[in-house]
């Protein structure tokens, strides 16, 4: 460090503020390399937020009957409040982001001592935001008529094709499963689409294509073997399934 005087006032000239800033990268590099760990959540709680770990905030909650008990569950969305380096591993294949981790969380509400139990705990199956030049790909939740819905949106950094997409789970048999999704990719240019909606339990998937400007639409149904039901935890992570008809959910 070198400082110097002119007349009443001290000017100091920082020559070790490039060592500062080599030191500050060369922290974050270690913080970075070590593995992350996600949080085992709570078992019980009165409160939504007593789900909430330390290092944590709620990005987003949806309210409402999911096993048909008359009382009210909730599904959230926690992330983590600073960005971290995440390597996924998947058979062969090995990726590392930095970004800030998701959780979904469901809670079952008891109503024998009012208390919110968990019931599953993902670590993969929202997607985070990686990039500042996409928008996030979480859109929202919400739960409809027992129906646990979550909503993805997809528009690549090259390109007029986006898509939206919408999983829809139910609680049966002790799970969540997955028993519709509705997949629809625009053009914002020509402003053609095609709509997949999927019912996996009655094993179709009908196809639309069309344009919005013109009015036109053609619409097929056809039978796919999608094999067993998929469920939050089966699925793993969205687009990472080959469901039938040359679509990734």
């Not at 330390?54 to 009957?65: E, K, Q, V």
């Not at 409040?81 to 800030?100: M, P, R």
């Not at 990686?130 to 790909?137: N, R, T, V």
Request: proline fraction near 3%.
């Amino acid at each position: 460090m070198v400082a110097y005087i002119s007349g009443d006032n001290y000017v100091v000239c920082y020559l070790m503020r490039p060592i500062l800033t080599i030191l500050f990268i060369l922290n974050a590099l270690l913080s970075f390399g070590q593995t992350f760990v996600y949080p085992t959540i709570k078992r019980t709680g009165k409160f939504i937020k007593d789900f909430v770990p330390s290092g944590w905030t709620i990005l987003d909650s949806a309210t409402g009957d999911l096993n048909n008990d008359n009382q009210y569950d909730a599904t959230v969305i926690l992330q983590h409040i600073d960005s971290t380096l995440i390597v996924e591993k998947e058979d062969n294949f090995e990726d590392s982001v930095v970004t800030q981790p998701r959780i979904l969380i469901i809670l079952f509400k008891n109503s024998t001592n009012n208390l919110f139990n968990l019931f599953e705990q993902s670590n993969s199956f929202i997607l985070t935001h990686d990039s500042p030049f996409i928008d996030d790909p979480y859109q929202s939740i919400s739960i409809k008529r027992g129906i646990l819905q979550i909503d993805f949106y997809w528009y690549p950094t090259s390109g007029n094709w986006f898509n939206t997409t919408a999983y829809k789970f139910r609680y049966q048999k002790n799970n969540f499963f997955l028993i519709g999704a509705d997949y629809e990719e625009s053009n914002k240019a020509s402003h053609d689409f095609n709509r997949h909606s999927y019912n996996f339990l009655a094993r179709k998937m009908t196809s639309t294509n069309g344009n919005w400007d013109k009015k036109t639409a053609k619409s097929k149904t056809e039978v796919l073997d999608f094999g067993n039901l998929k469920t939050i935890e089966t699925i793993k992570r969205p687009y990472d399934w080959e469901s039938g008809g040359g679509i990734d959910l």
